[in-house]
């Protein structure tokens, strides 16, 4: 009888698999296998799930992303990739983090430069004065969404602000999409410096600035992560619990 039971436990895994695999578009699976993707960046592709985050934010071929603070580029090659020669990808690091961190915009560039990715543009703002492009289709950002709450990268934030200017850069009905680390519920801006943010501030910020909430991801959940240590700390690095977030303008 445990035979069983292990084999239909077995059986429902591979199920599952094929599930999530058919869920996922041809042209996200293709940017995911992009062999000019490093190694750096596809290794930690078991711990990021790209393919069901990039499903899940609903990004297409020939739409115009903006990924607000990129790092590494990790889903800027990505994203270059779904939206083809038709779509294009700005990638934008802020003024503010470039004064603590001089190497931040690096990676974007050297991307940019790449004649594989021609259709990703680089932009460096100030947070407090963004310029952004027009009729945008998707604003996305990745483990970053706290860091605009840290008091040495931006002494005064105005979220509103910044949030609206987002607003009205996509087109109606484009989507704002946040992942990030998540913090213990109910400590609102209590673990910024864990570089943790509650969930709930960030739905309340961002539906402030006129977005409605449209639906969230638990591909990157992991209950058994305390919440307690820095995201850094190698006891949970890479495994943390993470939200998903997706919001829209509204058409109307």
């Known amino acids: ?5 292990v084999c239909f436990t077995v059986l429902l895994g591979f199920v599952s698999s094929a599930a999530i695999a058919a869920d996922i578009p041809a042209y996200i699976a293709a940017a995911v296998a992009d062999p000019a993707r490093p ?44 939206v083809g020669p038709t779509g ?16 931040a915009g690096d990676a974007s560039r050297a991307i940019a ?14 947070a407090y004065a963004m310029s952004l492009p027009p009729s945008l ?14 008091p040495k990268f931006f002494p005064s934030p105005d979220l509103l602000a910044f949030n609206t200017a987002l607003f009205a850069a996509l087109r109606p009905g484009g989507i704002y999409f946040i992942a990030d680390h998540e913090a213990e519920p109910g ?9 943790r943010i509650d969930p709930e501030v960030v739905k ?16 990157l959940r992991n209950p ?18 993470q939200f998903i977030f997706r919001f829209r303008r509204p058409v109307r």
């Open 187 to 195: 400590s609102g801006l209590r673990d910024i410096q864990l570089h």
């Open 39 to 82: 190694a750096a960046d596809t290794t930690r592709d078991g711990e990021r799930k790209p393919a069901e985050t990039l499903a899940f934010a609903g990004v297409k071929p020939g739409e115009r992303v903006l990924e607000l603070l990129p790092g590494g580029g990790y889903y800027t090659r990505m994203l270059s990739k779904i």
């Open 224 to 241: 058994a992560d305390p919440h307690t240590a820095i995201v850094f700390d190698p006891a949970i690095r890479g495994h943390t619990d």
């Open 1 to 5: 009888m445990r035979a069983i039971s």
């Open 88 to 103: 294009h990808v700005y990638a934008l690091t802020l003024e503010e983090i470039l004064k603590q961190f001089p190497t």
């Open 137 to 150: 289709d998707l604003v996305w950002t990745t483990q970053n969404y706290h860091d605009l709450h840290i």
């Open 204 to 219: 309340n910020e961002v539906t402030a600035a006129g977005f409605t909430f449209d639906g969230e991801s638990s591909v």
């Open 113 to 126: 430069a790449d004649p594989r990715y021609g259709n990703v543009s680089v932009l460096v703002q100030s």
